[in-house]
């Protein structure tokens, strides 16, 4: 078992290729020969015709469960579709192994329809506390990777999320209506405001992809699940930026968070966006 963060770092330092390489093979047995070529029984709804999976989103995240947990003896997986099967296996986010958060399809609706929008999201953490990720958009050909401390890079360059250019609306990628509660909707619709221009999100990890790029200014997401988050957060984190919940405090992914939520290209726009959310702007 591992037992502390130095560790960790040691391991990330030995085997980040390692697990760059998990993450290109996944999609490259199971996801990209499915890409544009889906028959109708591999894919099913979940919880609705917009709650989407398929087999490259399950066999992806069986392959990666089996790579991942033998590269580092004593962690355990949390993936998407692993709890969709058991939700009690959701629980190992707070416990004392390390954990990799899986994604292996983020953006399955777009997967499905052909979209070039999706990538595979895979974080570690420990003890809440997220230490590395990569977000692999393999029809883009794009690898971003982050590790706490040391920068967050894409196809091995360095990000950089700066400053929203002064004089223009703020872009700001929201989460789709279908999946909020009332009182989320109340709270999103304070970004229909005068220098603000809000739009519905596509793939979560793309988003803060382009927020690490200094492409979009922030995110307003309402749901906790940490697969869409965790490798983004850290990916924004390590470019400059931040994140904020409407109570001010940063967002926590092993939950319990007041919702809805930001990430943002740097801390006054994260707290202008809580503000409109929070209705304190």
């Known amino acids: 078992m591992i037992e502390d963060t130095e560790t960790i770092e040691e391991f990330?330092?030995?085997?980040?290729?390692?697990?760059?390489?998990?993450?290109r093979e996944a999609a490259a047995k199971e996801i990209t020969p499915r890409f544009r070529r889906l028959a109708a029984h591999e894919v099913d709804e979940k919880a609705g015709p917009h709650?989407?999976?398929?087999?490259?989103?399950?066999?992806?995240?069986k392959y990666l469960t089996g790579v991942l947990s033998a590269l580092l003896p004593g962690s355990v997986v949390v993936g998407e579709e692993a709890v969709h099967a058991n939700p009690a296996t959701y629980e190992a986010i707070r416990g004392e192994a390390p954990v990799w958060i899986v994604d292996p399809v983020d953006g399955t609706r777009q997967f499905v329809h052909g979209d070039p929008g999706f990538s595979t999201l895979v974080a570690l953490a420990h003890h809440g506390v997220l230490l590395?990720?990569?977000?692999?958009?393999?029809?883009l050909d794009q690898l971003a990777t982050a590790v706490k401390g040391q920068g967050a890079f894409l196809n091995g360059e360095r990000l950089y999320a700066g400053p929203p250019t002064p004089g223009r609306d703020l872009e700001v990628a929201t989460s789709h209506p279908d999946y909020t509660t009332d009182e989320e909707k109340r709270s999103l619709l304070g970004l229909w405001t005068e220098g603000v221009a809000p739009r519905a999100c596509g793939s979560a990890g793309l988003e803060y992809l382009a927020i690490a790029r200094g492409?979009?200014?922030?995110?307003?997401?309402?749901?906790?699940?940490?697969?869409?988050?965790?490798?983004?957060?850290?990916?924004?984190?390590e470019a400059g930026g931040t994140h904020l919940t409407v109570t001010g405090e940063p967002f926590r992914i092993v939950g319990g968070n007041a919702l809805p939520f930001t990430a943002a290209r740097d801390a006054a726009t994260a707290?202008?966006?809580?503000g409109l959310l929070s209705g304190t702007a």
């Open 12 to 23: 990330l330092a030995q085997h980040s290729a390692d697990v760059e390489q998990a993450v």
């Open 51 to 61: 709650d989407l999976v398929t087999d490259a989103d399950r066999l992806a995240e």
């Open 132 to 139: 590395a990720s990569w977000t692999f958009a393999p029809a």
């Open 215 to 237: 492409e979009l200014d922030a995110t307003a997401f309402s749901w906790e699940a940490a697969w869409d988050h965790a490798a983004g957060l850290l990916l924004v984190e």
């Open 271 to 274: 707290r202008r966006i809580v």
